[in-house]
Structures are given as structure tokens and as C-alpha cells.
């Protein structure tokens, strides 16, 4: 019997597992760092003997849930967590719909688009489709940035309930080392709201322009969003509004599919 079992049954306190704590804590350090930290650094922010995070930490580059550099011997998180995430039948489903009308969607106009929800105040990308043109911009699967921040993210958060918006604005604001003004933030997610869609200029790269669209429940609340970085070149037509026009329709279908489901 354990510490805290009641012999009549009941619970005196929480059951605990250390072991599983301490490995819960490195992960979720790593995830909030920013940057790739050594044991010594983990153990000091822990709290923790070097000894017993180096054990810890041994098991989760072997499990595959850190990445250690062989250079420095600091250490990051792995895409695991995120692979794992995305096993879930409500991740499959949204990714095995979606996925088609992504990949004709970039067939028709070269372009990468990529499939985006949030989490915890971050977009973070679950699927791409690559475009065939010469110059494309493809991010990698597992990219995150502050929803704020992202066309992807803002569109998401558009598209809420007033109580979620709000959740996920304060979220996100928390991961954000600019200045925000959350009034001013409401009047931008409004906006996208009247529109149905997202033309914008990218938050981190000049040249860039994201064409953004939500997918939406059946309560008209966006559950993910497809955003195509559109590269301007010299000499060439904007291509804006005719991409905005086909992933429109790219995410009314595959809104509609995801109901039926």
C-alpha cells in the first residue's frame, strides 16, 4: 500500500511518480527555454542534482524526446511530442481532409500551403503541401510562432467565441516579446472576420505576403487555418487576391468535409 492510500479506501493526498515528474519538468523547461540548455543548466533551473537530471535526460535522447548537440552537448527538444500529438484521431482526421484540397490547391498555383492550428498561444504547422514554382517558401512541420504574430494564428483567433479569443489572445500575448494592444488586436481579428480571409503582410520576412483562410465547425469556429506565403518578385503580377480566391474555396470544402465526418 502506498504512502497515500487510506486503509478504508479512500486518498489522504495526490498519488506521486518522481521519476515521471522529473522527466515532465525537463520537457517542459525545454519547450519554454527558447534556446538549447545544457544538463547543468536544466539541473540548476530544477532545483535538481546534475546526477539525477543526467540520468533523466540520457533516457529521453535514447526514447528520441531530446536532441543533443554533439558540439556544445546541449540539448532541445525533438519533434516527438509533436509526432505524437498528431497520432490523436482528431489530428489524423483534420490531416487526411484537409491534405487533398491542399495539395490541388498548390498544384493549381505553385504555392506552399500549409496547414496551421493553435496551441497553448502558438500557431504551430501540422501539414504542408509544397508548391511547384521556382521560388516557394515551404516551413517545416512543427514551425511555431506566437499566434499574434502569425496570419495563420490571427485568423484562428478570429473566428472564436468572444471568451476564447480573449483566452487565446492572453495567451499569446504571454509568448510575445513585442508590444501588443489587445484593442487594437480585437479591431484586426474583426476585420478578418467581415473579410472571410487574410491578406497581410508577413510579421518576420519582407517580400512575403500571407494569404491566410480558416477552417470552421459546424459553429462557424475555426478549428485550423491554410496560410500560403506569397514571394513578390520584380516584374511580376500580384498574385494575392486570385491565391485568396482559391484557398477560400479550398477551406469551404474542406470545412464542409469535416462536418459530414
Not at 476564447?164 to 488586436?185: F, G, T, Y
Request: glycine share 6%; with cysteine.
Amino acid at each position: 500500500m502506498s504512502e497515500s492510500d487510506d486503509p478504508e479506501g479512500g486518498r489522504k493526498g495526490a498519488y506521486t511518480a518522481p521519476a515521471l515528474e522529473k522527466g515532465l519538468e525537463i520537457l517542459e523547461l525545454l519547450a519554454d527555454a527558447g534556446e538549447p540548455l545544457s544538463a547543468r543548466n536544466i539541473a540548476d533551473s530544477l532545483g535538481r542534482s546534475k546526477n539525477e537530471i543526467f540520468r533523466m535526460v540520457f533516457v529521453l535522447v535514447e526514447r528520441g524526446y531530446l536532441n543533443r548537440d554533439a558540439a556544445t552537448d546541449r540539448l532541445t527538444l525533438s519533434n516527438k511530442l509533436f509526432e505524437l500529438g498528431m497520432r490523436t484521431p482528431r489530428s489524423r482526421k483534420l490531416v487526411e481532409v484537409a491534405m487533398p484540397a491542399m495539395e490541388r490547391l498548390s498544384d493549381d498555383t505553385g504555392l506552399s500551403s500549409h496547414l496551421v492550428v493553435v496551441n497553448r498561444g502558438e500557431t504551430v504547422v501540422i501539414a504542408a503541401a509544397a508548391g511547384s514554382a521556382e521560388l516557394n517558401l515551404t516551413l517545416r512541420l512543427g514551425y511555431r510562432r506566437p499566434a499574434i504574430e502569425a496570419s495563420s494564428g490571427q485568423t484562428i483567433m478570429a473566428f472564436q467565441t468572444p471568451e476564447k479569443r480573449a483566452r487565446l489572445i492572453a495567451e499569446s500575448l504571454a509568448l510575445s516579446d513585442e508590444p501588443h494592444d489587445p484593442d487594437a488586436l480585437d479591431a484586426i481579428l474583426d476585420r478578418i472576420v467581415a473579410d472571410g480571409s487574410l491578406v497581410a503582410q508577413s510579421h518576420d520576412l519582407l517580400a512575403v505576403v500571407d494569404v491566410c483562410a480558416p477552417i470552421l465547425d459546424r459553429n462557424g469556429r475555426a478549428v485550423a487555418s491554410v496560410v500560403i506565403p506569397c514571394l513578390s518578385r520584380r516584374g511580376t503580377p500580384s498574385l494575392e487576391e486570385s491565391v485568396r480566391a482559391a484557398l477560400v474555396e479550398a477551406c469551404r470544402e474542406v470545412s464542409e468535409a469535416l462536418i459530414e465526418r
